[in-house]
Nanobody, 122 residues
Framework: QVQLVESGGGLVQPGGSLRLSCAAS????????IGWFRQAPGKEREGVSC????????YYSDSVKGRITISRDNAKNTVYLEMNSLKPEDTAVYYC???????????????WGQGTLVTVSS
């Protein structure tokens, strides 16, 4: 079964850190660009970060730039999102998705995970 599974979300205080994981099963991630997206209650889905197939291109939205790092471990078939200096406005469900083009265009999204909830609150 082809699927992505996110994990690592939870409740964290403002200024805290979390590392989200996006693990693939049934296929290998290294063929794809992988994007992270988030959706807060009542808001549209937002692209947060992306790493290209060759790892030479990474993308960060302005809202998270400087606070978030994306990386992948092909041996573990997993992509990570390291989040630091978290703010209440980072509260959302975070999803990962494969992009079949291998580049971070945000258009050829195929497999999605079920999401992991991040809540930033004191």
């Amino acid at each position: 079964q082809v699927q992505l599974v996110e994990s690592g979300g939870g409740l964290v205080q403002p200024g805290g850190s979390l590392r989200l994981s996006c693990a693939a099963s049934g296929f290998t991630l290294d063929y794809y660009a992988i994007g992270w997206f988030r959706q807060a209650p009542g808001k549209e889905r937002e692209g947060v970060s992306c790493i290209s197939r060759s790892d030479d291109i990474t993308y960060y939205s302005d809202s998270v730039k400087g606070r978030i790092t994306i990386s992948r471990d092909n041996a573990k078939n997993t992509v990570y999102l390291e989040m630091n200096s978290l703010k209440p406005e980072d509260t959302a469900v975070y999803y990962c998705a494969t992009e079949s083009s291998g580049s971070c265009t945000g258009r050829y999204l195929e497999v999605w995970g079920q999401g992991t909830l991040v809540t930033v609150s004191s």
